[in-house]
């Protein structure tokens, strides 16, 4: 048994790298990841998991990062926006975003870059209706979600 | 001129930036030895702060504790009137007022301390409602609780109602509205007496920002610098707000001696910042025996909240759509905006417009209805033309062809067909599916003479590297500012937008190009834009450094070359106005807009009459933009605000107890989701603008104005219960219904 | 972020024996998904003290497909349950419910023991599982008991769970297969909303006949509702203008709903007729 109040160890996978971080056991994945390892790049929008903004991808499912504990983290690999271009290459996602104007203020476009990212892993070519259920719990202010629904179907076309 | 990027579908600038997390939000930040700050806010919605209590069990002397004695200068927010203070003096003025501020660097002992404060207020009785203040109930506000009244007034409404044996009534209601952009207000302050006050944060206008912080510490100019970061969506929200929490920010910076970072979380963000004013709408309405409209009388009200900010101009553009894009010889128009003692309202995509022009296209159907002509024929029998005048006067110089657009988006839709259809099929079925249209059009800049008193600025210099910096105090917000001054900038100097680089919104660096609202960043600011390129050129051009024809290469050369010579080219250029404006401010009579969009909107819905649950099955969004700079950035901004309509009119219910938002969760607050929004079918037609860069008209706050009638004209035309208010909730269309039936 | 996390303690027991001690001990609260509970903790609002970390009990987890019955542990996540063919084909309105769940994050996350021990009115799972005569199975240090789960909510968040208890598995028995479904939320949107009312049901025809029926419905009352007393009046019934009429006159008795800001009472009445009628006429 573990006992905490205070901190524990996590070792952990943040992109491909291990990590180690020593945090109290319901510090949130979020703040793990903004704080303690300045991945800035996932956003948090409402910290009760119902806006997406914080999504990354745990094991390769897509979580919402503001309702993980760290305690429940050890072991696992997460994978956040700034593990998606490699080598200053962009994803053919994320050119896709640009180019067919599926970010606008950007704030949700993590989120939205990282379920569209868990989509894809597990269909090729997914139709607008699945994409929209999909992409349901990641909410956009801006676009009407329409153009980023034309960035996920279209992903990889010229 | 060639035009290589107008036109064209450049991505967006920062996109690369926003799609790999590098853009840099405020919250991203954090400055060495910061503190975390938070305000502690009245529960209560009017009263009289008898005591603050610090109780024991909290080590307060860690604490940074900021009052309103602690404020160096002017106690009250920089805006139309002076009674918004940025803490609480010895009254309470609304829920949520901000009374005092903590700062501290540990954020959850910060949140315990918050909690521990007691604050003893004695409850006086508050006003919580448009009606209640409209009725003086109580007086909360000045001598009538009215911020602001105005009339328009043209030909001789009483004279055609005292005479008219019909006289078609309808009051209109839409609710508070929350702008829900993605990213929290926040702020990072640096301050201090000897260095002056910095402020970093999210927000719209940074010399809004500035000038309240001058007034706030009496600091001279060139001791405040506030700088825009990139800023997670806005549509209005971060107009006036940010002014109050720099505000906040800058003096628990000042007082502590250390940075002071505030970011709201999205409960207080929700309860506290402005949203968009509650309305009710009266008309009045004659109409001849051929279906012309004869007189309209409408009284449109506003509840402002607690403090006056921007409602007078809320009001004033709300009022100044009221009448819409029709012609009609006799209109007056009543206008109020009160108080009461929720939050203020503020700016919200339409300011005002989406409220006015929802009354009057739901009652433009009611009217049809009463006079026996459909909706669609009514509207084109009173469309307003070229030389013809609006409400206040305002001739119509261009050659607007509403009937023109309107024929195209009915058979867009196939509208005529499918009302026959569904009528038949509603009979029989349980899920009821209706049309419904609405026409008008938007104002772009500011209202009247608004803009030759901003009298706006902007800059463009030229680097070492022989590149061209734009420089301008115009906030990129999502809505693709960067871009299109890109295009403008690039294509008024015929060379590449690579060449273009577009400062950061810092006071330090960039000139007053005014605020970033009221879809004035492309049509006003992109023209001043544009002059200030010319000129830059002209220099060039008029040293011997550059012909008439010229590549981009020989540009950076001529640059670097003249920068090498003289230090710097940098050119400044300055809004004319165009001299057909004519306003006068006092009447509200005059040129109100340089000119306008124009639009028609046709949704298709159905009901389940099982659930009253509301669908939008087709949207067909029709506009004339003058000329469409960046069909991609345009069309975002068309379906993105027809999405934001659909929740203002279907879903979006702000819930108030004792003049607090209570839903104020995203869970509780319901926008769209990607499986609530139907295609948005966006067309744009163009009729060049004379005075805008390349012809352009403003666009931003457009799509917002039509979808609510336009949905509410469809689910009546389904269901036939004549609904009077949005939301439009299934509960409010079940009580609807009952009525209808009975 | 509004917690003070040194108010919590957090143990990670390594099997569930030592998590069934440690209950037993003292008043830990179980942590399974966080979906729930770290919301309040970030809205400062989860109340402080020690917690039990049991997402990795492997005991808890994991599907059985017997003969008879299939056992999902208390860990099964929505996501899991969307997954099982044997689901989709035999308890479609539990895989309806778990798609309706929060949106995908949420389901990868959510478990079926937690949503059942947060014990929410509108919960989307319980109706679905009082549908088909769920048991679940309760384990402390004493021992396991396996209660039916039409017995196991008792009052607004009050469950028969004990303190020292954990929720070990939901056992579904597999003889609905030829049975009607019927699943249907209503929330204020299409996708990721609270519901305002959730009818579950399924019924087995004899010819034209309601030979038998399970009626359950959700944010009515103070818990889910398993409707009786309308399943009562209809078992043996034919389909019939009579019957529905009847049905949806006694259900208005068996629910209690309250205006809050989600809805009325009054559309929540309304509706709950009307999905009853929806799903009486989408019988054979």
Same mark, same amino acid.
């Given at each position: 048994?573990?006992?905490?109040?205070?901190?524990?160890?996590?070792?952990?996978?943040?992109?491909?790298?291990?990590?180690?971080?020593?945090?109290?056991?319901?510090?949130?994945?979020?703040?793990?990841?903004?704080?303690?390892?300045?991945?800035?790049?996932?956003?948090?929008?409402?910290?009760?998991?119902?806006?997406?903004?914080?999504?990354?991808?745990?094991?390769?499912?897509?979580?919402?990062?503001?309702?993980?504990?760290?305690?429940?983290?050890?072991?696992?690999?997460?994978?956040?926006?700034?593990?998606?271009?490699?080598?200053?290459?962009?994803?053919?996602?994320?050119?896709?975003?640009?180019?067919?104007?599926?970010?606008?203020?950007?704030?949700?476009?993590?989120?939205?870059?990282?379920?569209?990212?868990?989509?894809?892993?597990?269909?090729?070519?997914?139709?607008?209706?699945?994409?929209?259920?999909?992409?349901?719990?990641?909410?956009?202010?801006?676009?009407?979600?329409?153009?980023?629904?034309?960035?996920?179907?279209?992903?990889?076309?010229? | 001129?060639?035009?290589?990027?107008?036109?064209? #579908?450049?991505?967006?600038?920062?996109?690369? %930036?926003?799609?790999?997390?590098?853009?840099?939000?405020?919250?991203?930040?954090?400055?060495?030895?910061?503190?975390?700050?938070?305000?502690?806010?009245?529960?209560?919605?009017?009263?009289?702060?008898?005591?603050?209590?610090?109780?024991?069990?909290?080590?307060?002397?860690?604490?940074?504790?900021?009052?309103?004695?602690?404020?160096?200068? *002017?106690?009250?927010?920089?805006?139309?009137?002076?009674?918004?203070?940025?803490?609480?003096?010895?009254?309470?003025?609304?829920?949520?007022?901000?009374? %005092?501020?903590?700062?501290?660097?540990?954020?959850?002992?910060?949140?315990?301390?918050?909690?521990?404060?007691?604050?003893?207020?004695?409850?006086?009785?508050?006003?919580?409602?448009?009606?209640?203040?409209?009725?003086?109930?109580?007086?909360?506000?000045?001598?009538?609780?009215?911020?602001?009244?105005?009339?328009?007034?043209?030909?001789?409404?009483?004279?055609?109602?005292?005479?008219?044996?019909?006289?078609?009534?309808?009051?209109?209601?839409?609710?508070?509205?929350?702008?829900?952009?993605?990213?929290?207000?926040?702020?990072?302050?640096?301050?201090?007496?000897?260095?002056?006050?910095?402020?970093?944060?999210?927000?719209?206008?940074?010399?809004?920002?500035?000038?309240?912080?001058?007034?706030?510490?009496?600091?001279?100019?060139?001791?405040?610098?506030?700088?825009?970061?990139?800023?997670?969506?806005?549509?209005?929200?971060?107009?006036?707000?940010?002014?109050?929490?720099?505000?906040?920010?800058?003096?628990?910076?000042?007082?502590?001696?250390?940075?002071?970072?505030?970011?709201?979380?999205?409960?207080?963000?929700?309860?506290?910042?402005?949203?968009?004013?509650?309305?009710?709408?009266?008309?009045?309405?004659?109409?001849?025996?051929?279906?012309?409209?004869?007189?309209?009388?409408?009284?449109?009200?506003?509840?402002?909240?607690?403090?006056?900010?921007?409602?007078?101009?809320?009001?004033?553009?709300?009022?100044?759509?009221?009448?819409?894009?029709?012609?009609?010889?006799?209109?007056?128009?009543?206008?109020?905006?009160?108080?009461?003692?929720?939050?203020?309202?503020?700016?919200?995509?339409?300011?005002?417009?989406?409220?006015?022009?929802?009354?009057?296209?739901?009652?433009?159907?009611?009217?049809?209805?009463?006079?026996?002509? *459909?909706?669609?024929?009514?509207?084109?029998?009173?469309?307003? #033309?070229?030389?013809?005048?609006?409400?206040?006067?305002?001739?119509?110089?261009?050659?607007?062809?509403?009937?023109?657009?309107?024929?195209?988006?009915?058979?867009?839709?196939?509208?005529?067909?499918?009302?026959?259809?569904?009528?038949?099929?509603?009979?029989?079925?349980?899920?009821?599916?209706?049309?419904?249209?609405?026409?008008?059009?938007?104002?772009?800049?500011?209202?009247?003479?608004?803009?030759?008193?901003?009298? *706006?600025?902007?800059?463009?210099?030229?680097?070492?590297?022989?590149?061209?910096?734009?420089?301008?105090?115009?906030?990129?917000?999502?809505?693709?500012?960067?871009?299109?001054?890109?295009?403008?900038?690039?294509?008024?100097?015929?060379?590449?937008?690579?060449?273009?680089?577009?400062?950061?919104?810092?006071?330090?660096?960039?000139?007053?190009?005014?605020?970033?609202?009221?879809?004035?960043?492309?049509?006003?600011?992109?023209?001043?834009?544009?002059?200030?390129?010319?000129?830059?050129?002209?220099?060039?051009?008029?040293?011997?450094?550059?012909?008439?024809?010229?590549?981009?290469?020989?540009?950076?050369?001529?640059?670097?070359?003249?920068?090498?010579?003289?230090?710097?080219?940098?050119?400044?250029?300055?809004?004319?106005?165009?001299?057909?404006?004519?306003?006068?401010?006092?009447?509200?009579?005059?040129?109100?807009?340089?000119?306008?969009?124009?639009?028609?909107?046709?949704?298709?819905?159905?009901?389940?009459?099982?659930?009253?649950?509301?669908?939008?099955?087709?949207?067909?969004?029709?506009?004339?933009?003058?000329?469409?700079?960046?069909?991609?950035?345009?069309?975002?901004?068309?379906?993105?605000?027809?999405?934001?309509?659909?929740?203002?009119?279907?879903?979006?219910?702000?819930?108030?107890?004792?003049?607090?938002?209570?839903?104020?969760?995203?869970?509780?607050?319901?926008?769209?989701?990607?499986?609530?929004?139907?295609?948005?079918?966006?067309?744009?037609?163009?009729?060049?603008?004379?005075?805008?860069?390349?012809?352009?008209?403003?666009?931003?706050?457009?799509?917002?104005?039509?979808?609510?009638?336009?949905?509410?004209?469809?689910?009546?035309?389904?269901?036939?219960?004549?609904?009077?208010?949005?939301?439009?909730?299934?509960?409010?269309?079940?009580?609807?219904?009952?009525?209808?039936?009975? | 972020?509004?917690?003070?996390?040194?108010?919590?303690?957090?143990?990670?027991?390594?099997?569930?024996?030592?998590?069934?001690?440690?209950?037993?001990?003292?008043?830990?609260?179980?942590?399974?998904?966080?979906?729930?509970?770290?919301?309040?903790?970030?809205?400062?609002?989860?109340?402080?003290?020690?917690?039990?970390?049991?997402?990795?009990? !492997?005991?808890?987890?994991?599907? !059985?497909?017997?003969?008879?019955?299939?056992?999902?542990?208390?860990?099964?996540?929505?996501?899991?349950?969307?997954?099982?063919?044997?689901?989709?084909?035999?308890?479609?309105?539990?895989?309806?419910?778990?798609?309706?769940?929060?949106?995908?994050?949420?389901?990868?996350?959510?478990?079926?023991?937690?949503?059942?021990?947060?014990?929410?009115?509108?919960?989307?799972?319980?109706?679905?599982?009082?549908?088909?005569?769920?048991?679940?199975?309760?384990?402390?240090?004493?021992?396991?008991?396996?209660?039916?789960?039409?017995?196991?909510?008792?009052?607004?968040?009050?469950?028969?769970?004990?303190?020292?208890?954990?929720?070990?598995?939901?056992?579904?028995?597999?003889?609905?297969?030829?049975?009607?479904?019927?699943?249907?939320?209503?929330?204020?949107?299409?996708?990721?909303?609270?519901?305002?009312?959730?009818?579950?049901?399924?019924?087995?025809?004899?010819?034209?006949?309601?030979?038998?029926?399970?009626?359950?419905?959700?944010?009515?009352?103070?818990?889910?509702?398993?409707?009786?007393?309308?399943?009562?009046?209809?078992?043996?019934?034919?389909?019939?203008?009579?019957?529905?009429?009847?049905?949806?006159?006694?259900?208005?008795?068996?629910?209690?709903?309250?205006?809050?800001?989600?809805?009325?009472?009054?559309?929540?009445?309304?509706?709950?007729?009307?999905?009853?009628?929806?799903?009486?006429?989408?019988?054979?």
């Amino acid at each position: 048994m573990s006992k905490n109040r205070r901190r524990i160890e996590i070792r952990f996978r943040v992109n491909r790298k291990l990590r180690r971080v020593c945090v109290h056991p319901l510090t949130r994945l979020l703040d793990i990841l903004r704080l303690e390892l300045g991945l800035t790049g996932t956003k948090e929008g409402c910290g009760e998991g119902e806006c997406g903004a914080c999504a990354v991808l745990m094991d390769g499912e897509l979580v919402n990062s503001c309702l993980i504990p760290a305690v429940q983290l050890h072991g696992r690999s997460i994978e956040t926006i700034e593990g998606l271009s490699k080598r200053g290459r962009l994803h053919p996602i994320q050119q896709s975003f640009i180019q067919r104007g599926g970010t606008q203020c950007g704030f949700c476009t993590s989120g939205m870059i990282m379920a569209s990212v868990a989509l894809l892993m597990g269909k090729k070519h997914p139709s607008s209706a699945q994409i929209g259920e999909h992409l349901a719990g990641n909410l956009c202010r801006c676009t009407g979600y329409s153009p980023i629904v034309d960035s996920v179907r279209k992903v990889g076309k010229k | 001129m060639r035009t290589k990027h107008i036109g064209e #579908r450049v991505p967006r600038r920062e996109g690369g %930036l926003k799609v790999s997390g590098r853009a840099r939000y405020v919250d991203d930040w954090t400055l060495t030895g910061a503190l975390y700050g938070v305000t502690v806010r009245s529960p209560v919605a009017r009263g009289i702060i008898r005591q603050i209590g610090y109780p024991a069990g909290t080590p307060w002397e860690q604490f940074t504790i900021v009052t309103a004695a602690d404020i160096p200068g *002017s106690n009250s927010v920089a805006n139309l009137e002076k009674d918004q203070p940025f803490l609480a003096v010895d009254r309470v003025q609304h829920a949520e007022q901000a009374i %005092l501020l903590l700062a501290h660097p540990n954020k959850s002992l910060l949140e315990k301390a918050r909690r521990a404060v007691s604050l003893d207020i004695e409850h006086l009785p508050a006003v919580l409602s448009l009606e209640s203040s409209l009725a003086q109930e109580q007086v909360v506000w000045g001598h009538n609780n009215v911020f602001k009244e105005l009339k328009i007034e043209k030909g001789n409404v009483d004279g055609v109602l005292n005479n008219a044996p019909v006289i078609v009534e309808g009051e209109y209601w839409t609710g508070a509205q929350e702008q829900l952009y993605l990213e929290t207000n926040g702020m990072i302050a640096v301050a201090n007496p000897k260095e002056g006050v910095t402020v970093w944060g999210s927000m719209q206008c940074p010399y809004f920002v500035h000038k309240a912080l001058m007034e706030l510490f009496s600091l001279p100019m060139e001791k405040v610098r506030v700088v825009q970061m990139e800023t997670g969506g806005a549509f209005g929200g971060k107009e006036d707000y940010p002014s109050v929490l720099a505000g906040h920010a800058a003096l628990l910076a000042w007082k502590s001696g250390k940075p002071v970072k505030m970011v709201y979380d999205r409960g207080e963000d929700m309860a506290a910042t402005t949203k968009r004013h509650p309305s009710r709408t009266q008309h009045r309405t004659v109409v001849d025996r051929n279906g012309k409209l004869l007189a309209m009388d409408i009284d449109f009200a506003i509840d402002g909240g607690g403090h006056m900010t921007l409602s007078p101009i809320v009001l004033s553009r709300g009022s100044i759509h009221a009448a819409g894009p029709y012609y009609c010889p006799n209109i007056r128009i009543h206008g109020r905006a009160v108080a009461t003692n929720t939050p203020p309202h503020g700016a919200f995509r339409g300011f005002g417009a989406p409220q006015s022009l929802f009354a009057l296209e739901r009652h433009m159907d009611k009217v049809a209805r009463t006079v026996g002509l *459909s909706p669609v024929e009514f509207r084109r029998r009173n469309f307003i #033309r070229q030389g013809e005048s609006t409400a206040t006067g305002q001739r119509i110089r261009e050659s607007i062809q509403m009937e023109k657009l309107l024929h195209r988006a009915l058979k867009e839709t196939n509208y005529e067909k499918k009302v026959r259809l569904f009528a038949k099929q509603n009979l029989k079925a349980k899920v009821k599916k209706g049309m419904g249209v609405s026409c008008f059009f938007h104002g772009a800049g500011f209202t009247g003479s608004g803009e030759k008193r901003l009298a *706006s600025v902007v800059a463009v210099e030229a680097t070492e590297q022989g590149k061209l910096r734009v420089l301008a105090s115009i906030t990129e917000l999502g809505q693709g500012a960067v871009t299109i001054f890109t295009q403008i900038a690039a294509d008024a100097l015929g060379i590449s937008g690579q060449d273009i680089e577009v400062a950061q919104a810092d006071t330090a660096f960039v000139p007053d190009s005014g605020p970033t609202v009221a879809s004035r960043t492309c049509m006003i600011v992109g023209k001043i834009l544009e002059s200030a390129c010319i000129e830059l050129k002209q220099t060039l051009i008029q040293n011997g450094l550059l012909k008439e024809r010229y590549t981009s290469n020989a540009f950076r050369a001529a640059c670097k070359k003249y920068v090498k010579q003289h230090g710097q080219l940098k050119s400044f250029a300055q809004y004319q106005q165009p001299s057909h404006i004519q306003w006068d401010d006092e009447k509200h009579e005059g040129d109100a807009y340089g000119t306008m969009a124009w639009a028609i909107y046709i949704a298709e819905v159905s009901v389940d009459l099982s659930t009253y649950e509301i669908r939008v099955d087709d949207f067909l969004a029709l506009q004339e933009i003058g000329k469409v700079m960046n069909p991609l950035l345009a069309e975002g901004q068309i379906i993105g605000g027809v999405v934001q309509g659909i929740g203002y009119t279907l879903h979006e219910n702000v819930i108030w107890n004792k003049g607090r938002m209570v839903n104020n969760r995203i869970t509780d607050y319901i926008i769209p989701t990607s499986m609530d929004v139907p295609p948005v079918r966006v067309i744009f037609e163009e009729n060049p603008y004379e005075f805008g860069p390349s012809g352009a008209k403003g666009i931003g706050e457009l799509p917002l104005d039509g979808v609510a009638p336009a949905i509410v004209n469809a689910i009546e035309s389904a269901t036939g219960a004549a609904i009077n208010r949005i939301p439009v909730t299934p509960e409010v269309l079940l009580e609807a219904m009952e009525n209808t039936n009975e | 972020m509004h917690a003070f996390l040194p108010d919590f303690e957090v143990y990670t027991p390594r099997s569930l024996r030592e998590a069934l001690a440690l209950l037993n001990q003292n008043n830990h609260k179980p942590l399974a998904g966080g979906t729930d509970l770290m919301v309040l903790l970030a809205a400062g609002n989860l109340p402080a003290g020690s917690y039990l970390n049991v997402n990795g009990l !492997e005991e808890l987890g994991g599907m !059985e497909v017997g003969k008879d019955k299939v056992r999902l542990g208390a860990l099964t996540t929505y996501t899991e349950i969307r997954r099982q063919a044997i689901l989709c084909k035999e308890f479609p309105n539990l895989v309806a419910a778990a798609r309706q769940t929060g949106a995908l994050a949420i389901q990868n996350r959510g478990t079926i023991g937690g949503n059942i021990a947060n014990a929410s009115p509108a919960a989307d799972s319980p109706p679905a599982l009082l549908t088909y005569d769920a048991e679940i199975k309760l384990i402390s240090e004493k021992g396991t008991r396996v209660v039916p789960y039409k017995d196991f909510h008792l009052g607004y968040k009050k469950t028969l769970l004990g303190t020292n208890e954990l929720i070990h598995s939901v056992y579904v028995p597999r003889r609905f297969r030829n049975w009607h479904h019927y699943y249907r939320k209503v929330g204020a949107r299409k996708s990721q909303a609270i519901s305002k009312v959730i009818i579950a049901a399924c019924a087995l025809m004899n010819k034209d006949r309601i030979q038998d029926i399970r009626l359950s419905a959700g944010s009515v009352a103070p818990y889910t509702l398993r409707c009786f007393q309308t399943e009562e009046i209809l078992r043996g019934e034919k389909k019939s203008q009579a019957a529905i009429q009847k049905a949806k006159t006694m259900i208005l008795s068996e629910i209690s709903p309250i205006n809050d800001i989600r809805s009325t009472a009054k559309y929540r009445r309304y509706v709950t007729t009307q999905l009853l009628e929806e799903f009486l006429l989408s019988l054979p």
